[in-house]
């Protein structure tokens, strides 16, 4: 099956627009087509972010998705001698340090976020590109 680790702002999106890489991804990954690679940190950002009221997202819809995804994820939890430091946004960091754990792509809309010699030899992938590799 088909692993990566997706930025939240690749959830957000594909929430927003279903149309587009973004949309097919969520819709494989609340098939269970996909599967995501997540850890704590990462999926109570994808809920804080999806239920933000600006969003105007229904609160139920997100449940049912993020259920899905998280009963079809691969769960890691990456030790303290994994933790990636440096990065423009420190915020990145637990996206970047579980692809590496996993040794799978990290799915982004930010890629400058993660220029190459900040990547720590992680394949960084915009949607649409991993939607064409998928």
């Known amino acids: 099956m088909k692993t990566a680790v997706f930025d939240t702002n690749v959830i957000v999106s594909g929430f927003l627009s279903p149309h587009g890489p973004p949309g097919l991804i969520v819709e494989w990954l ?3 087509a996909v599967r ?3 850890d704590g940190r ?3 950002e994808y809920l804080e972010v999806l239920c933000r009221p600006e969003l105007g997202l229904e609160r139920k ?3 049912m998705v993020l259920d899905l995804i998280q009963e079809n994820a691969l769960w890691l939890a990456p030790g303290p001698d ?3 430091r440096g990065l423009p946004d420190p915020d990145d960091a637990p996206f970047l340090e579980l692809a590496k754990e996993a040794g799978v792509a990290l799915v982004t809309g930010n890629v400058k976020h993660f220029r190459e010699r900040y990547a720590h030899g992680v394949s960084i992938l915009t ?3 991993w ?3 998928a």
């Open 42 to 44: 990462i999926f109570e």
């Open 30 to 32: 609340r098939q269970g």
């Open 82 to 84: 994994k933790i990636i």
């Open 127 to 129: 949607p649409a590109q």
């Open 36 to 38: 995501a690679v997540l």
């Open 61 to 63: 819809n997100i449940t």
């Open 131 to 133: 939607v064409k590799e």
